[in-house]
Nanobody
Framework: VQLQASGGGLVQAGGSLRLSCVVS????????IGWFRQAPGKEREGVLCGSSGGGSTYYLDSVKGRFAISRDNAKNTVYLQMNSLKPEDTAVYFC?????????????????WGKGTQVTVSS
């Protein structure tokens, strides 16, 4: 089972990025994918979750209206569209997978984690 996040980079404040999480070793249709991030010196935090049956749950109020999650099960890929980026969005972003629906924020429910991709937003 593998998850690989990509698409990070350096962007100016107000800009956009789309992160991709490509999964392998399991059928994406049956898995819920969460996006998380960790900034230097800070704890990891949940950002947004996309349930296997559709629907999404925001774990972070500060990204509501700016970030969105989508998936293409045929491509085994989940996307995180990030718009109106702010310097405080700078972090390493990770994707993780679990069975079941998003529900409340319980990171330990996510069984599989991928390596992250760096997002840097300059002011």
């Amino acid at each position: 089972v593998q998850l690989q996040a990509s698409g990070g980079g350096l962007v100016q404040a107000g800009g956009s990025l789309r992160l991709s999480c490509v999964v392998s070793g399991f059928t994406l249709d049956y898995y819920t994918i969460g996006w998380f991030r960790q900034a230097p010196g800070k704890e990891r935090e949940g950002v947004l979750c996309g349930s296997s049956g559709g629907g999404s749950t925001y774990y972070l109020d500060s990204v509501k209206g700016r970030f969105a999650i989508s998936r293409d099960n045929a491509k085994n890929t989940v996307y995180l569209q990030m718009n109106s980026l702010k310097p405080e969005d700078t972090a390493v972003y990770f994707c993780a997978a679990m069975r079941g629906l998003c529900g409340s924020y319980v990171p330990r429910r996510f069984n599989y984690w991928g390596k992250g991709t760096q997002v840097t937003v300059s002011s």
